[in-house]
């Protein structure tokens, strides 16, 4: 299938290319299919997390160990069910990323963020997603 993208231009994708978020993302319900891409390397670092359905919503993506995080996750009985999640090996983490623009401050001002307290979980053998909201972090020595 073909999709439109602002990013990438047109791309075509296998339908098994495409992570369902049945619930979609918080406050973006609306979205709920999209597919992955990354820059042409052997261990890209940055992914970016494209809807299928519209062209311009895409956000970057990392593993949380970029940052040095290592997150210990417990999923509600509902949440591994939306999951589909028998194996904890079959999920990974991911963190949403996006630059923080200013008013007054040029481009090497800007301030990369991560949104730590809200991460992915996708289940990597069923293509299936959710976002978590985590109340606290706990973080550890």
């Known amino acids: 299938m073909e999709i439109q993208t602002s ?13 369902l978020f049945p619930k979609g993302l918080i406050g973006l319900e609306d979205h709920t299919q999209f597919t992955l ?3 042409e390397s052997e261990n890209p670092t940055v992914h970016w997390l494209q809807s299928t359905t519209d062209a311009d919503f895409l956000m970057s993506i990392i593993p949380p160990a970029a940052l040095g995080i290592d997150y210990e996750i417990e999923l ?3 949440e591994a069910e939306l999951l589909k999640l028998d194996n904890a090996d079959d999920a990974i983490v991911l963190l949403i990323v996006y630059k923080q623009y200013e ?3 040029g481009a090497s001002d800007i301030d990369l963020k991560a949104i730590v307290k809200a991460p992915l979980i ?3 053998k069923d293509k299936l997603g959710l ?7 706990e973080v550890k020595d």
């Open 7 to 19: 990013s990438f231009g047109t791309q075509t994708i296998s339908s098994d290319d495409i992570l």
């Open 37 to 39: 891409f990354h820059e």
């Open 76 to 78: 509600s009985d509902d």
């Open 103 to 105: 008013e007054n401050k």
């Open 122 to 124: 996708v289940n990597t």
């Open 131 to 137: 976002q978590k909201s985590l109340p606290k972090l």
